[in-house]
């Protein structure tokens, strides 16, 4: 392509190259550059097309979940609505239409199946990502499915899926459980947090305050929050400005990001601080549940330690404590006071803790399991390594006692005893866990 460009610039010489002076000589070759450029171009737009269209659907399920983001969900259509309306439908005088976000997570199913069960509205929305086995979210769903709930497969960063969702049903609450869980695979995987649980939470109250009407929100925080506190129990005046992990900083970043928009567009936000919760159906990647796991295939488990053998201790919430926590947030959230994105006066902002006020050691965790398992745990006493994990959490719930009504009434022994069983029928004695 230069050297043609040099010749057309070139004088003609007398005598020579007469045909440079033809029409038919000068149309051929321009046609010809023209050809050459559509080739060429056609090339580079197909290699941009393959490199970034092709390429990430080569691997369709990736362990990087901010690359799952780039899966497409299939969703829309009278079928699809129709579900969507019955799931939502609100089935009591007083009852209230929620859109339940991570839906097919632990404390989403069991949030969901309680609201259903007294007769509100419910529609989840879950991404159904493999941070940890998506089979068991598929259990989860389908537990959902039986009582009526309609789980959305789709992603909270999709914009266009959550005004559909909201043309289609007028929610009045959403309660917010979506996130990327999880202190120590944030070293691994930082941007996965960054992505869902701040990208995906303004994305969520974008649409949220643009709705009319807006509908108040519950969300999930974290007592991560406290971080390097030392002053216990934490309460929720205490300062949050010193988190140990991403996954504590993203929450604690949650917290400013409603604040703000609960000050521009007055929506009602409620942050529910949750502390270390257990029971059935739960998270393979919290330490009852693997080691439950580990214990029942004879592996050896590892218990921290802190500074000078100190012990490390937890403030073990149960599940059905927690969800009466959520319901309780749910009943006393003040509308909205915005309307197509606008304020039109000041709005409810809350935080409170959800915990148990019973901090216990995790060797104690582990005797119990010890004793309901019949098995004796091979255990490995290892140094509090530095990945986020703090020493103790120990929860104040005055705050929550006063305005929630919220009352934990499960002892670790006692809600040890329904997951062991749940365990060991879910998984068949371990099988399951095994393959």
């Known amino acids: 392509m230069k050297q043609m460009s040099h010749l057309d610039d070139s004088p003609s010489t007398p005598g020579k190259f007469k045909m440079d002076k033809s029409p038919y000589f000068h149309r051929t070759r321009w046609q010809s550059s023209v050809a050459k450029l559509a080739f060429w171009s056609l090339v580079f737009v197909g290699l941009i097309f393959i490199f970034f269209y092709r390429s990430p659907s080569s691997n369709p399920v990736s362990s990087d979940p901010s690359r799952r983001s780039l899966r497409t969900y299939s969703w829309g259509g009278p079928a699809w609505e129709k579900r969507v309306r019955s799931s939502a439908r609100v089935r009591t005088r007083h009852g209230i239409s929620v859109l339940v976000t991570g839906a ?14 007294r007769g509100d509205g419910v529609l989840g929305l879950d991404n159904f990502n493999d941070y940890y086995d998506p089979s068991l979210k598929r259990a989860r769903q389908a537990l959902l499915e039986r009582s009526g709930v309609f789980v959305v497969e789709g992603d909270i960063n999709d914009a266009a899926l959550l005004r559909k969702l909201f043309e289609v049903v007028p929610f009045t609450h959403v309660m917010h459980l979506a996130a990327q869980a999880g202190v120590r695979y944030a070293m691994e995987n930082p941007s ?8 995906g939470f303004v994305n969520l ?9 807006q509908p108040a929100i519950v969300w999930a925080s974290s007592s991560s929050v406290y971080g390097l506190n030392t002053k216990v129990p934490f309460s929720e005046k205490d300062r949050t400005d010193q988190p140990a992990s991403l996954y504590a900083a993203t929450k604690k970043a949650g917290e400013e990001i409603a604040h ?8 009602s936000l409620t942050g529910l601080r949750f502390f270390t919760v257990y029971g059935p159906w739960g998270r393979p990647d919290m330490a009852y549940f693997f080691f439950t796991r580990d214990i029942l295939k004879g592996k050896t488990i590892s218990i ?39 304020k039109r006066g000041a709005a ?13 050691p995790v060797t104690d965790l582990v005797t119990i399991l010890e004793r309901l398992l019949k098995l004796k745990a091979k255990r490995n006493i290892m140094k509090l390594p530095r990945n986020g994990d703090v020493q103790f959490t120990h929860a104040n719930i005055s705050s929550a006692q006063r305005e929630l009504g919220y009352k934990p ?12 069983r749940w365990y060991l029928g879910y998984y068949n004695g371990g099988k399951k866990a095994a393959s």
């Open 205 to 213: 109250l974008e649409v949220c305050k643009s709705a009319n009407p």
């Open 192 to 199: 996965s947090y960054v992505h869902s649980n701040i990208a």
């Open 409 to 420: 009434t499960t002892d670790l022994q006692t809600g040890l005893k329904k997951f062991a």
């Open 304 to 342: 921290f330690e802190g500074a000078n053998h100190g012990t490390v201790a937890r403030d073990f919430t149960y599940i059905d404590d927690i969800v009466k926590g959520c319901l309780g947030a749910l009943d006393t959230a003040e509308k909205s006071t915005g309307s197509g994105g606008k």
């Open 260 to 267: 703000t928009y609960n000050h521009i567009y007055g929506l």
């Open 104 to 117: 097919a997570g632990f404390v989403g199913t069991h949030v969901s199946a309680a609201l259903k069960r």
């Open 348 to 360: 409810q902002l809350r935080v409170f803790n959800l915990g148990n006020t019973s901090p216990v």
